[in-house]
């Protein structure tokens, strides 16, 4: 009589997320130790661990997690204590937005969601991705929807770049026949301001041989500002901020009064109704010429995404008022002729 086949080890290869599994203490967990998972589950799981898409199951009534390494990267400090504990429990602050999905794949109905924003923590900060999930039904020896299993594919860069296109095709619309150099400035700050959820928006042109700046454009949500023409000491912001504008670095600072940067300077930036500041330089061989602020009256975490859209718009401006200025200066000297 011919033995029943041992079933496969999941266990056994040397990979990262696997020894993880393998230590595990699943005594506190509802799913069990692996030893004691049915053909499916462990088929699943298997299945997972071998993909490098992010990919969880939630199984059993208290949804227990099981996911594989691509999925720790959207974890993050969560891992490894995750493993095994309830979904709930380890993504309280999403489970409005999950609960519905998962409760329909339960019901054996699949679900699908795509550019779907959720909150996670990505080195250490705050950060609004989007993913298009894909939840699935998963059955039981038995054929009863046991778990589920949802596949993740993170689209975050392509739809930022996608709306920051967007943005960038709608600027250009609109500055389109512009040939005035604060019209086409209050545009841009407009658009921006509103994308971003900016405080305040304003436009500083300096003059290095007296260590002055002027602010030439002012922009608030409400519409203009009242702050053009109002001047100011480029020292009292900051050397180590002036270096980086200087060497045509663009500064991001989330919190003026606890960034070291800015703290001893906190007075100035108050002055101006400033909790946190994003700004792209305009600099040239050292020398800086004049700078776009994007600011929040309170403290404000700029993604990566809003750096790139400020530093794209502040190109555009820029190169826009060069050929207005020109445009104007050649008018004028046509009309002295």
Known sequence: ?????????LLASASAIRVGYASRDWSRSSAGHPDTWGPVLRSSVGMILDSRFPMFIAWGPELALLYNHAYIELLEAKHPEALGSPLRAVWPQLWDGV???VEQALAGQPTYGEDVPRMIVRNGEPFEGRFTLAYSPLRDENGAVAGALCVINETTSRFALENRQALQLQLAERLSGLTDADQITAVANDMLGHYLGASQIFHGINDESIGRFRIRAHWTPTGAGDLVGREAMLDDFGQEVLRDLRAGR???IDDVVSDPRTAPYAAAYASLGIGALLVQPYAREGRLLGAMN?????????????RKLASDIAEHVWSANERANAGQALRAAVARQ
């Open 1 to 9: 009589m011919q033995a029943a086949p041992r079933p496969f080890d």
């Open 99 to 101: 609960q519905p999905l």
């Open 250 to 252: 663009q500064v991001a």
């Open 294 to 306: 994007v600011l929040d009256d309170s403290p404000r975490h700029w993604s990566l995404e809003d």
